[in-house]
Nanobody, 123 residues
């Protein structure tokens, strides 16, 4: 059982930056892979970034690579998503997710989800 709480969403101008946080609690959290997904109105939930909690390996969607950075703070059981050079098409609800074992880009392979936080990029 893992509980996830996102924070840090808001309104930002195109070209600006925003940092999302995901605080996790529960059993044996250090063994879980973490991911960030996003969902815009009328669209499917899509992969943004993922990180292996133990190995520190990171993977990004092509649409965010070079602009977004996923990181972790194990002492705080927290995962971050630093978003730079934001574009209008980044506007979405951003979700933190967790699963045991290795990383994956598929949302249906994650077991636990946060409530989501809205990111709106104005042009």
């Amino acid at each position: 059982q893992v509980q996830l709480v996102e924070s840090g969403g808001g309104l930002v101008q195109a070209g600006g930056s925003l940092r999302l946080s995901c605080a996790a609690s529960g059993r044996t959290f250090s063994s879980y892979a973490m991911g960030w997904f996003r969902q815009a109105p009328g669209k499917e939930r899509e992969f943004a970034a993922t990180i292996n909690w133990n190995g520190g390996s990171t993977y990004y969607a092509d649409s965010v690579k070079g602009r977004f950075t996923i990181s972790r703070d194990n002492a705080k059981n927290t995962v971050y998503l630093q978003m730079n050079s934001l574009k209008s098409e980044d506007t979405a609800v951003y979700y933190c997710a967790s699963r045991r074992g290795s990383v994956t880009t598929k949302p249906d392979e994650y077991d636990y989800w946060g409530q989501g936080t809205q990111v709106t990029v104005s042009s």
